[in-house]
């Protein structure tokens, strides 16, 4: 997940990011995130002992790292105890989050090829995938909600799918959910957040599905700003692509780091009051080539808040295994896979962009920063 998805638009966009820096506040992008809270991560290892689970708001985000995180590309264990690998008959195809006991997040376009649920496992409580530890676990998917308006009314909107799980996890230091944003969650403008996942390094060069878990810090940012990147479409054109309220924005402003394919649907995550939450799910940028000419565009949470609440509320946990039955062991119509293959993963989109648009933008933020010198 490093310098990922942009395609080469003679730098345009790479000059409207810079442009939109020097108009943000410098010292709020310096920042890696919140200062240290006050709140302490929750003790998981008594959670183990006891065999309990506390309330989800009590356990929702609440990691070890809730001070200042400074950069690097691989994450440390237990940094996302949320970070979920979706895999299609066996095979990663794209990140996830979890955002309960029995509960998983996730873009809906991952879930092309099959809705049935026995086709999915989930993998959790892994940062390198080749060396799972005692904590990590492979479940199966029991229920599939994809939204019901995904793609619907405009061109990626309601990238959203929830995956009920057979069974509850157990929490550990490795396995937490992240907390779920209510709708009227305000996002401190410019902060500093943060995506992780197991997809494409880079796409300029085939190279096989990294290993080890990527983080990357990404800068949120206005949608209003965002929508400079992409030409408004025209009245009744539903299939361009463009930002709407059911989306938000996030860049890292020196142009080298973005989400990739093979991190659609994984978290989007800010710190606030001394617990992560689950901003946003990946869902679509342009190609991960250096430099990132456009924002990293993500499936706004909080905007299907009800929805979350409404179906977890309208499905009963499933009844446990019964004793003799076999499991369900899906098989790939197309042979099988290993771990790193490249083919046919969820994807983020490549939207194509208006250059003489973009260029005129440019140009006016040239002439508002002149202005303001």
Known sequence: ????????????????????????????????????????????????????????????????????????????????PWQVSLRLYGRHICGAVLIDKNWIAGAAHCFQRSHNPKDYQVRIGYTKMSSPTKYSREMSVYKLIVHKDYDRFHRQGSDIVLMQLESPVEYSSHILPACVPDKNIKLPKEKACWASGWGNLREDVRLPLPDDLQEVKLILMDNEDCKMFFPKPAPGNTRSYYIYDDMMCAADYSMTKSICSGDSGGPFVCLLEGSWYVVGLTSWSSSCETPITTPSVFARVSYFDNWIKEHKLASPDPKPWEPGRPPYNPNDPGGGYHWNNNKDKGTVIKPMMCMALLSSWVLLLQMILLRNL
Do not use: V
Not at 10 to 38: I, R, V
């Open 1 to 80: 997940m490093r310098g990922i998805r942009a395609q080469q638009y003679g730098g345009y966009g790479a000059s409207l990011l810079a442009a939109l820096l020097w108009l943000s506040l410098l010292p709020q992008h310096a920042q890696a995130a919140d200062p240290a809270s006050n709140t302490s991560a929750i003790n998981t290892s008594t959670t183990e002992t006891m065999g309990t689970t506390p309330p989800l708001s009590e356990i929702c985000g609440k990691t070890q790292f809730q001070g200042r995180i400074f950069g690097g590309e691989t994450a440390k264990p237990e940094r996302w």
